[in-house]
Nanobody
Framework: QVQLVESGGGLVQAGGSLRLSCAAS????????MGWFRQAPGKEREFVAS????????SYADSVKGRFTISRDNAKNTVYLQMNSLKPEDAAVYYC?????????????????WGQGTQVTVSS
């Protein structure tokens, strides 16, 4: 059974940093696309970043480019999201997701596995 477990969320002041982790179990995702999405109250879930484990190819939403970095540790079957220069508008529940394929996607509907989410709160 595939499980994705996020951690690392919390409360941070604007301009601060957080690192989210997503530990995968049940299978290895070394050749699969993994992504981070977020959902703020009253808003739709939106794409944040994605990575193909084996190739290290990454994609980012325009709103986080230059501030967020997605990375992975294949040995730990874990994906990270380093978030710097956080803004109040970054506050949301952040979700880790995985695809059965290696093709990256910004569409949440294309992802097959999801974690439970971790809350990120940014105070101004």
């Amino acid at each position: 059974q595939v499980q994705l477990v996020e951690s690392g969320g919390g409360l941070v002041q604007a301009g601060g940093s957080l690192r989210l982790s997503c530990a995968a179990s049940g299978r290895t995702f070394s050749r699969n696309a993994m992504g981070w999405f977020r959902q703020a109250p009253g808003k739709e879930r939106e794409f944040v970043a994605s990575i193909v484990w084996s190739a290290g190819i990454t994609s980012y939403a325009d709103s986080v480019k230059g501030r967020f970095t997605i990375s992975r540790d294949n040995a730990k079957n874990t994906v990270y999201l380093q978030m710097n220069s956080l803004k109040p508008e970054d506050a949301a529940v952040y979700y880790c997701a995985a695809r059965r394929t290696s093709a990256q996607s910004m569409d949440a509907m294309m992802y097959d596995y999801w974690g439970q989410g971790t809350q990120v709160t940014v105070s101004s």
